[in-house]
C-alpha cells in the first residue's frame, strides 16, 4: 500500500533563506509526482508535476526533484519570501491512474 | 475559464439533514474527485470519475453517494449528516493521468 511522508509538519525561516521540503513514498511504481500549494481556507493549487521519465522540474524560484529508486522527491525554494509561507503538500497515484495519494504536508512560515 | 467551481461554500447541517454538494468544471476534464479535509488526517478520498457515466469509491465512501451527471458536473450527497461529517469538501478534476484541479471547497459543520 502506498504511503506518503512529509517531514518536518512545520517550518519557519526568515525571508530570503533557501529552503528544501521533503517527501517519500514507499511504493516507487509511480508515473508522476506532484507538489501543491495550500493557503489558509483555500484549494490546493499545482505547484509542479514529475513524471517518471524526469529526474526534476522547475517553475520559477521552485525546483522539484523526484528519485524513484528511493522513493524521495524535494522541492527546492530559492530565497524564500514572505508570500511563500503556505502548507506544502506532495502526492502520488495508487492503484489506478486516476487515483493519488497525499502526504499531510509541511506548513512552512517565512518571516519578514 | 472559471476552472473548478463548487457550492455552497458554506453549510451548517442537523443530524440526519441530507445535502448535495455541487461541482462544476469546464476543462473538458474525463476525471473528477471528491475529497474531505480534517485536520491531521489530511486529504482523503471520497469519490472518483475516472470518465463520464463511472464512479468508484475512494479512501472514505462511507455516508456518501455521488453522481456524476454529464462530463462537467459530479455531485456528491450526504443522505443522513452526522457530525463525523464536519468536514472542508475539496471537489478536483483533472485529465488522463496529469495534474488535479482543485476547487476552493465546502465548509460542512454537522451539528
Known amino acids: 500500500k502506498q504511503e506518503v511522508t512529509q517531514i518536518p509538519a512545520a517550518l519557519s525561516v526568515p525571508e530570503g533563506e533557501n529552503l528544501v521540503l521533503n517527501c517519500s513514498f514507499t511504493d516507487s511504481a509511480i508515473y508522476n509526482l506532484q507538489w501543491f500549494r495550500q493557503d489558509p481556507g483555500k484549494g490546493l493549487t499545482s505547484l509542479l508535476l514529475i513524471q517518471s521519465s524526469q529526474r526534476e522540474q522547475t517553475s520559477g524560484r521552485l525546483n522539484a526533484s523526484l528519485d524513484k529508486s528511493s522513493g524521495r522527491s524535494t522541492l527546492y525554494i530559492a530565497a524564500s519570501q514572505p508570500g511563500d509561507s503556505a502548507t506544502y503538500l506532495c502526492a502520488v497515484p495508487y492503484s489506478s491512474a486516476s487515483k493519488i495519494i497525499f502526504g499531510s504536508g509541511t506548513r512552512l512560515s517565512i518571516r519578514p | 475559464n472559471a476552472g473548478v467551481t463548487q457550492t455552497p461554500k458554506f453549510q451548517v447541517l442537523k443530524t440526519g439533514q441530507s445535502m448535495t454538494l455541487q461541482c462544476a468544471q469546464d476543462?473538458?476534464?474525463?476525471?473528477m474527485y471528491w475529497y474531505r479535509q480534517d485536520p491531521g488526517m489530511g486529504l482523503r478520498l471520497i469519490y472518483y470519475?475516472?470518465?463520464?457515466?463511472?464512479?468508484d469509491k475512494g479512501e472514505v465512501p462511507n455516508g456518501y453517494n455521488v453522481s456524476r451527471l454529464n462530463k462537467r458536473e459530479f455531485s456528491l450527497r450526504l443522505e443522513s449528516a452526522a457530525p463525523s461529517q464536519t468536514s472542508v469538501y475539496f471537489c478536483?478534476?483533472?485529465?488522463?493521468?496529469?495534474?488535479?484541479?482543485f476547487g476552493p471547497g465546502t465548509r460542512l459543520t454537522v451539528l
Open positions: 470519475s475516472a470518465s463520464e457515466g463511472t464512479t
Open positions: 476543462m473538458n476534464h474525463n476525471s
Open positions: 478536483a478534476s483533472s485529465a488522463f493521468k496529469d495534474t488535479q484541479y
